[in-house]
């Protein structure tokens, strides 16, 4: 503990900024929405101290605006990677014996940094890169990646307080050290502040990571960097590396020294990182911790004692708040016959009401989706959708890629529950509705908890209290995040913190003690003031 026991400022989340017009908030991040998008960023490889342009770049541009340029990012070959590696393992050696709050100090600042003189910024980037509305990018890249790092140093000093009992006899202590070796941060594009925290997360209890942020998240990536490096955080704590992901994962898990990883994207690629693990174990020197949150096939389930216009609203926000592109998104739902035609008029009339284009026109609800691939897959099933006749498209159902990756958001209704679409994570505005008998609620329940591999979110709204009772108790392992009367997404750090399991996960909860708790390896220490002197016990008189 060094020369004090230290209390950490008290954690509080991030005040949401309202960006209504006539706010300076508003004037203030358009203007450098404007300045980022007409001008161009090099991102460099982070090595140590080291700013590395390898020459062999990619394009960085809009997901609203595919044929403008806004940046470039160079990408790494094998020894780069080998080269994080070797000089994180050497940054260890003075970072893990750092007193704990100086760790704390840097990314307390970061923090700072991020509320104040970098939130546009970091809206900006998250915005034009990733294609999210102003609201989006303020509740993920300005306040939850703040929420992140406040509350895990406030985590952090709870995890050191609590210590084992000790008596006359002999002083017991317990320090949580950071693990033997390094730690490997994947993250995905859709939240800026799942990119920050993974590597920072691990960071702060005294491990050094290597870190490959998405290649669709490359602008907002190279913000975190920025302000790492201005909140003090030493050369070579994380490094940011960027290329061919299966050769960037191959040549870390190769690396006697690799000690865990910290992960958010797909389950195949997660299963993947899985089994690599495992024909590597007798390779390594301890046991990887392997961390991941991945995929989600999230549901609402309606109660025929719903309020229709609370049902459609937690639709409308549920399925296609950031184009449905988060984990959490509700991308199936079942509604009971009774409310049915209410509940269908006041979402289709919602979903008229949506603006789609840029994020820099504020009045726009919708933009665009991340990427080529992911526009022609949603494109895929909706045309396939259009063919099936167990399948009906209420809304939407249109898509244009000439000058961005937009899909109209689209409610499909089906007469099957295990539809295509019901089963099937499609990670955009698509959402599948399965409409049941009301005397059928409970069999729908145990359909709902059946249809899917995951169980990440889902939520129940209903007015009846035996019937949410009934849903929580059936629903308990199909979602790790459940809400009742509210949708299935908006996890707040410090509060709702955040993992599911089944294929959705390791359900290790972001945004609580609980995932730090991983990235430390327990050390015992009993100290006995007066040993024994001869090895007879009483019972031997």
């Known amino acids: 503990m060094g020369k004090g026991f230290f209390q950490v400022p008290p954690a509080v989340n ?13 004037a203030s991040v358009l203007e450098t929405y404007k300045k980022l998008y007409n001008s161009k960023v090099e991102i460099p ?7 590395i342009k390898t020459g ?18 160079h990408t790494a070959e094998k020894q780069h990677v080998e080269d994080a590696i070797s000089t994180a393992l050497e940054a260890r050696k003075k970072w893990a014996k750092l007193p704990w709050e100086q760790r704390a100090a840097v990314f307390l600042k970061a923090a700072d940094l991020i509320a104040g003189p970098y939130r546009d910024k970091m809206n900006a980037s998250t915005m034009i890169g990733q294609s999210k509305n102003i609201f989006q990018a303020e509740i993920d890249s300005a306040c939850e990646i703040v929420d992140f790092l406040r509350f895990n140093v406030e985590y952090m000093s709870q995890i050191y307080e609590e210590q084992p009992e000790s008596d006359a006899q002999a002083w017991n202590r317990v320090e949580h050290r950071p693990l033997e070796g390094f730690v490997y941060a994947i993250t995905p594009f859709n939240f800026t502040a799942i990119a920050g925290n993974l590597p920072s997360s691990a960071a702060l209890m005294g491990n050094v990571a290597v870190w490959k942020p998405s290649d669709s998240q490359m602008y907002s990536a190279q913000v975190i960097m920025e302000v790492f490096k201005e909140a003090g955080l030493p050369d070579g704590v994380i490094n940011m590396i960027i290329g061919d992901p299966e050769m960037i994962t191959d040549t870390v898990l190769a690396s006697p020294d690799f000690a865990g990883v910290h992960f958010t994207g797909s389950t195949n690629v997660f299963k993947g990182i899985w089994a690599k693990i495992g024909q590597n174990i007798h390779n390594y020197k301890t ?32 399925a296609f708040e950031f184009q449905g592109q988060k984990c959490s998104a509700a991308s199936r739902s079942y509604i009971p016959k009774s409310i049915w035609p209410e509940v269908k008029d006041l979402l289709v009339e919602d979903i008229k009401s949506f603006k789609i284009g840029s994020p820099e026109n504020m009045e726009n609800f919708i933009n665009a989706v991340i990427h080529e691939a992911s526009f022609d897959k949603l494109a895929k099933y909706i045309d396939q959708a259009k063919e099936d006749k167990d399948a ?34 499609l990670f955009g505005p698509v959402l599948t509705i399965y409409v049941y008998d ?11 908890d059946e249809t899917s591999q995951y169980g990440l979110t889902g939520s129940i709204i209903s007015t009846d209290r035996y019937a949410a009772s009934q849903a929580t108790d059936i629903l308990e392992n199909s979602a790790g995040n459940f809400y009742i009367n509210d949708k299935c997404t908006g996890a707040v750090v410090g509060r709702q913190p955040f993992g599911g399991a089944r294929n959705s996960g390791t359900n290790d909860k972001a945004g609580s003690k609980l995932n730090l708790l991983r990235w430390t390896s327990p050390r015992l220490i009993k100290e006995t003031f007066v040993p024994a002197t001869d090895y007879r016990y009483p019972f031997m008189g």
């Open 438 to 448: 009301d005397d059928k609620y409970e069999e729908t329940l145990h359909l709902v």
């Open 392 to 425: 009906e498209i209420i809304a939407g159902g249109n898509y244009d890629k000439s000058k961005g990756w937009f899909v109209e958001p689209t409610v499909i209704v089906t007469t099957d529950p295990k539809y295509t679409t019901m089963v099937t994570e």
């Open 14 to 26: 991030e005040p949401i900024k309202s960006y209504a017009p006539g706010t300076p908030e508003r």
């Open 45 to 51: 490889l982070y090595i140590g101290g080291k700013e």
């Open 56 to 73: 062999h770049t990619k394009s960085i541009r809009p997901p609203h605006d595919h044929q403008k340029e806004v940046g470039t990012y």
């Open 287 to 318: 046991y990887p911790r392997i961390v991941g949150e991945t995929g989600g096939k999230d549901f609402i389930v309606a109660h025929n004692s719903a309020s229709p216009k609370v049902v459609s609203t937690a639709l409308a926000r549920g």
